[in-house]
């Protein structure tokens, strides 16, 4: 018997659409294929329930009102369920805010988001954060941009992705993202998964067991061309903090 396509739910793509967070889908389907897998993504449209039978959830950035109206769909409890039952669920940015416990608006309104991530989300004190985000993960260096004005605070029962190397992450610069149990959150646009495979195989790897490995030749040049242009723009707190290249701390 074939084996049956991987289902990828992509969650409300025109109200988490905004920072093309919908790639990281795409990037996760194509992985599989490239493998032999049978791979599908769901477009979940904003009108429709979020599929219980989904083996993957994504989640992508958005604007408050976007985050908001977001979060009013989806109280039915597919993602904690899915999140109980050790189904990876992937989000970023405004997805990420929305799994935490509460968010702010920009206009200062607190809102409930769905318990799933143990973390609350406020306003940055400064700027908006904008630009390239540089994070020092379990699964190695990621890269990706960043453009949120609201700031995560973890709570104990999740601990963050990585160390921001550059950029601004959660909110004062020391850790990005959020990892409990098969949860992942992270503050990085990108794609983030174009950008960083080892992201995407990780979260794949709960699927479907151990990867063979793939030409990633192109990822890789992508990601030294993006290294390169961050040590260049010197964001802030890359100098006085870390680099990629120390082999320690
Ligand atoms: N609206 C949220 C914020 O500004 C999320 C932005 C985003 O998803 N990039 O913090």
Known sequence: ????????????????????????ASVLAQRLRWRGHDAE???????APVPDQADLYVLGGGEDTAQTLAVSRLSDGTL?????????????CAGFQILGETFLDGRGDVHPGL????????????????????????????????????RTVLGPAAAPLGRVGAGIGNGDGSVDGAMQGSVVATYLHGPA?????????????????????????EEEELRRERFAAIRKANRAPWRRQWRPSARSS
Do not use: Q, W
């Not at 793509?13 to 967070?21: E, F, H, R, S």
């Not at 904690?80 to 970023?92: D, E, I």
């Open 41 to 47: 993504v769901v477009d979940v449209a904003v009108d």
């Open 193 to 217: 998964l174009a950008r960083n495979p080892a992201l995407a195989d990780h979260l794949l790897t709960a699927v479907v067991g151990e990867l063979a490995p793939i030409d990633d030749r």
């Open 80 to 92: 904690a369920r899915a999140a109980a039952a050790g189904k990876p669920v992937f989000a970023v």
């Open 1 to 24: 018997m074939a084996e049956r396509a991987v289902r990828i739910a992509l969650v409300f793509p025109a109200l988490l659409g905004t920072y093309g967070d919908g790639g990281n």
């Open 115 to 150: 318990g799933i991530i143990d973390c609350r989300t406020d306003r940055l004190d400064g700027p908006r954060a904008v630009g390239e985000l540089l994070v020092s993960s379990p699964v190695g260096l990621l890269t990706g941009y960043e453009n949120h004005g609201g």
